[in-house]
């Protein structure tokens, strides 16, 4: 065969570094931008913020105005805790060279090691926070034990989880001594009672049980503490399925008496050591604000959440000078360009799909969850002229400030469970209905899920028995065995 030339027309799509710049801005949060955008100002010099408007942003501290989401709102976010540990050779090593114990968890930040009280930093300080081996550690300091004891209570606390659990048994712990310390099983199991009567109460349980037992015997005696102990220590499990009535019949007591045990149980916690566990922190920056103006609700942007970025005149005066001559400096003052447009698109983007939103669900607004409307990324994409996936990209990780909270924008879209009139309620709102029926219902006699349904049903809502038991899991609303109460 000949080689030839042969003309062909088609066409194709093409994503120009802008348009790929611009879709991964849209995709990003408030603060994933923020980090974005410090990387081209340390890499691009022709890019600058404007003056006061938060040059100083630090990606490891939240802006000002930020709020950390619980569940699907958010609360405001201050400080986060801390937390360290110790190994366990060096509490081996403490027993074999008769360390001086006494000293842990003091010295080391005392104001006598400081010489100048102005280089503290009192912040740094306050947004600290004290792990539970260090809260147990001061305590065990301060004991009257012998340096051999106190390295061996030290040991067990440091076998703890963060719940203040002790998981494994006193026999795995000895084995992990060294032979020549010569501990015995009776010491470990000393050093463990010691751990137990720390506080916070319950600290050093092996079993739920035993956590909850050790609290009540921190109180005093009463014949309530009494009965309590007694259904924690041998009928715990007849509580959880509140089963009352077999209860009653093995400890002979009465209904008033068993409602003030279940109380007293009811305050105590599980979990005693979980309150020193750090915790991260997420913070949420709003990216629109919903207000009601002349009974109309509206949206606008968020001021803190929007960088503020223009082009650095004195680069850009030196290029206009040596035109031609600039070299790499006129593809960046592009780039930079570029960056400005798309951060301002990105915003301009936002700010339609949330008035969509907000004009879509006004129900809400005015009246709650129980009137929120079923609404899919197609209608706000069609309503506007957009891609489905340009919907999905501004809904995700983008948050609304309305005065009934703060909202994930993907909170206002949801499946939908059709009517007997041949409508349609969202599953929210179904969730809403749910939540207010369990709220109102007598607690000795709680609504089964078929009980719901039939409810709903009443109200024209058709829900499946198993719709129901999904939607009540994810409210986190225990079955109706564990809702019953005396």
């Keep these: 065969m000949k080689p030839s030339l042969q003309l062909k027309l088609s066409q194709h799509l093409t994503l120009t570094p802008q348009l790929q710049q611009s879709i991964k801005l849209l995709q990003l949060s408030t603060l994933e931008l923020n980090q974005e955008i410090e ?42 805790d801390g937390a360290d540990s110790r190994a366990e050779s060096d509490t081996a090593a403490g027993l074999e060279e008769g360390m001086d114990w006494s000293s842990v968890g003091s010295g080391s930040g005392s104001s006598s ?78 050093a463990l009672h010691h751990v137990q009567n720390l506080e916070p109460a319950g600290i050093g349980a092996r079993t739920p049980q035993e956590c909850l037992a050790l609290q009540l015997r921190a109180l005093p005696a009463s014949s309530d503490r009494d009965l309590a102990l007694e259904i924690v220590s041998k009928h715990l499990e007849l509580l959880a399925e509140r089963n009352f009535a077999k209860l009653k019949r093995l400890t002979g007591c009465d209904d008033d008496a068993l409602r003030a045990a279940q109380t007293l149980i009811s305050r105590l916690d599980p979990h005693p050591g979980s309150r020193h566990s750090a915790e991260e922190t997420r913070y949420v920056l709003p990216d629109v604000v919903v207000r009601k103006v ?6 606008s942007l968020n001021p803190e959440a929007m960088p503020r970025l223009r082009i650095n005149q004195l680069y850009a005066s030196i290029l206009q000078q040596h035109r031609g ?12 360009r570029w960056l400005i447009k798309n951060v301002q698109q990105r915003f301009d983007t936002i700010l ?92 000795k006699k709680p609504l089964s899920d078929a009980r719901i349904a039939e409810l709903l049903g009443q109200q024209g ?26």
């Design 39 to 80: 990387r081209f100002l340390l890499e691009n010099p022709m890019l600058e913020r404007e003056d006061g408007d938060g040059s100083d942003f630090s990606p490891s501290a939240p802006p000002a105005g930020s709020t950390s989401p619980t569940s699907e709102r958010s609360e405001t976010a201050d400080n986060r």
């Design 113 to 190: 090691n400081r010489d100048d009280d102005d280089d503290v930093d009192y912040q740094e300080f306050q947004a600290a926070g004290i792990s539970l081996r260090d809260h147990l550690d001061l305590q065990v300091a301060l004991s009257p034990l012998s340096d051999r004891d106190r390295a061996l209570v030290r040991f067990v606390i440091e076998a703890l989880d963060d719940d203040g659990y002790l998981h494994q048994t006193l026999e795995d712990l000895l084995e992990l001594l060294p032979p020549e310390l010569e501990v015995e099983l009776d010491e470990l199991a000393i």
């Design 294 to 299: 002349r009974n109309r609700w509206t949206v």
């Design 325 to 336: 001559q600039g070299g790499g400096l006129t593809g960046q003052l592009q780039e930079a």
């Design 352 to 443: 339609r799909v949330s008035q969509a939103i907000v004009d879509q669900q006004r129900q809400f607004f005015d009246h709650g969850d129980v009137a929120m409307r079923p609404l899919t990324l197609r209608e706000i994409a069609d309503q506007l002229e957009l891609h489905e996936s340009t919907v999905s990209r501004v809904t995700t990780q983008k948050y609304m400030a309305t005065p009934r909270g703060v909202f994930e924008l993907k909170y206002f879209f949801g499946s939908h469970v059709s009517t007997d009139t041949g409508g349609a309620a969202s599953s929210t709102a179904i969730r809403a209905l749910i939540r207010q029926l369990v709220d109102a219902e007598d607690r």
């Design 461 to 486: 809502i058709v829900v499946a028995r198993r719709t129901i038991a999904k939607y009540r899991e994810s409210l986190n609303i225990p079955p109706v065995s564990l809702r019953k109460t005396l």
